[in-house]
């Protein structure tokens, strides 16, 4: 059973243009959802996180929308950058608990 | 102010050799989790310590075990080992004291390969 669905598995998007990753999750006891990037050979590094108390954060270019009630969030990168491919994963975890991967979404960004 | 730190970097065992793969956590962390990313997939969680004990496991067999030292550094064992157990093993850290195990931070990885 797959509890955080992400799509799409590949995006490729423009210089300058808004690249859109989203997520659906099924456990509603989940209260962290953070998104990881990953560039190949490293470790996931922590880009951004919100709790289900608010709908939208912002940090910089990154955006996360969510929407407790359609149990889906998504990531925003606005002006996107050929240095933003990377691979991304949305996640999900309860407190105290570990955290659930996404499988993926594979970033290009066309020079 | 140092990461999380894996070693080794890469590793090359044939079937049924055991491994054992090494994290040091983010300074101040007390908590270390390990998690297995097969190729094209996103990381499964494998076990957590904190304070020296096992607190969570995930769905793998009891071919992979663990330990956590008093400096809060851990080892992952996996024994009999499969092709199938091919994959970067990632170590995270995080604080369970302050309440904010949410936050886990990852190390590089070891990128284990079993022939």
């Known amino acids: 059973q797959q509890q955080v669905k992400q799509s799409p598995q590949s995006l490729i998007v423009q210089k300058g243009g808004i690249s859109i990753i989203n997520c659906a999750y099924e456990?509603?006891?989940?209260?962290?959802f953070p998104w990881y990037q990953q560039f190949p050979g490293k470790g996931p590094a922590l880009l951004i996180a919100?709790?289900?108390?608010?709908s939208e954060k912002k940090e910089g270019r990154f955006t996360i929308s969510f929407n407790k009630s359609a149990k889906q969030f998504s990531l925003h990168i606005m002006d996107s950058q050929p240095g933003d491919s990377a691979t991304y994963f949305c996640?999900?975890?309860?407190?105290?608990?570990?955290?659930?991967f996404g499988k993926g979404t594979r970033l290009h960004i066309l020079p | 102010d140092a990461g999380v730190t894996q070693s080794p970097t890469h590793l090359i065992k044939t079937r049924g050799q055991q491994v054992t793969l090494r994290c040091s956590p983010k300074?101040?962390?007390?908590?270390v989790s390990w998690y297995q990313q097969a190729l094209g997939q996103g990381p499964q969680f494998i076990f957590q310590y904190y304070e020296e004990e096992e607190r969570q496991r995930g769905n793998f067999p009891d071919r992979f075990s663990g330990h956590q030292f008093p400096n809060y550094s851990s080892e992952l064992n996996v024994n009999a080992l499969l092709l199938g157990d091919s994959a970067l093993y990632l170590c995270?850290?995080?604080?369970?004291?302050?309440?904010?195990?949410?936050?886990?931070?990852f190390g590089p990885g070891t990128r284990l390969t079993v022939l």
């Open positions: 995270a850290s995080s604080l369970v004291s302050a309440r904010s195990t949410d936050t886990q931070y």
């Open positions: 919100i709790r289900p108390d608010v």
């Open positions: 456990n509603t006891a989940f209260d962290y």
């Open positions: 300074s101040g962390h007390d908590t």
């Open positions: 996640a999900a975890s309860k407190r105290d608990d570990k955290i659930i």
